[in-house]
């Protein structure tokens, strides 16, 4: 059994729990963080110095922290070799993409864009800025607009880890208030992944309690 630390509307939670939904994983979650709180204790610092969501424990085992750790984590005990392979240049290739989904289009959009659109007050959102964050993120997502051109998924034709890292952004990056590009490829990427259960389920859910309005 899983017990997973993190609110549902924390992004990374998402997308820790989007991959136990597609791997279909038993699982307890307790909400912390944000408005939940519970970070700042004794206990929750011994299971996570750092003190950030989210954090997971498979049973006894020691608790791990940090998204990407613990998306590996669970791949490689629990995925099939289709979603996370074994052979180490295949494998190369899902996680470059899952790498770069993480440094490349997350950092991109989660302070730079989705901070200044529904974590800032009306009054001091700054326009300009929000269209410059868009421009720079959308010249990431470009790339992905290309490889899915060619691929039907971000790392190739199989659902994969990278899908993960890359695909929990998208549903507040085309929900929320911006003007978009057009980046047909990618629209088409992110509705296959809307009909995906454990997608709509885990990320495809509200973030109004981040508003500040």
């Known amino acids: 059994m899983l017990t997973i630390w993190g609110r549902k509307t924390s992004s990374n939670v998402q997308a820790l729990m989007w991959c ?3 791997l279909n994983l038993p699982h307890i979650r307790h909400d912390a963080g944000h408005r939940y709180g519970g970070l700042d204790t004794p206990e929750f610092g011994r299971l996570n110095p750092n003190r950030t969501i ?3 424990q498979d049973g006894s085992n020691p608790p791990i922290w940090e998204t990407g750790a613990i998306l590996r984590y669970l791949a490689a005990r629990y995925g099939k070799d289709s979603f996370w392979p074994a052979e180490p240049l295949r494998r190369a290739r899902v ?5 770069w989904a993480k440094l490349n289009v997350a950092q991109a959009f ?4 989705f901070w200044r ?9 700054d326009p300009d800025a929000i269209k410059r964050a868009v ?6 997502l470009a790339l ?3 490889q899915l051109s060619r691929h039907t998924h971000i790392a190739g034709d199989a659902f994969t880890l990278a899908d993960i890292q890359l695909g929990h952004i998208l549903y507040r990056y085309y929900d929320i208030d911006i003007d978009r590009a057009p980046l047909p490829h990618l629209q ?3 509705q296959r992944l809307g009909a995906r259960p454990a997608f709509r389920q885990h990320v495809m859910i509200s973030y109004e309690e981040l508003r500040v309005t």
């Open 20 to 22: 136990v939904g597609e």
């Open 54 to 56: 989210p954090v997971l």
């Open 95 to 99: 996680d470059q993409w899952a790498e």
């Open 110 to 113: 989660t302070t730079p864009v």
């Open 117 to 125: 659109v529904v974590r800032t007050a009306p009054e001091e959102r």
């Open 135 to 140: 421009r720079d993120l959308e010249v990431k």
């Open 144 to 146: 992905a607009d290309t």
């Open 188 to 190: 088409l990427y992110y």
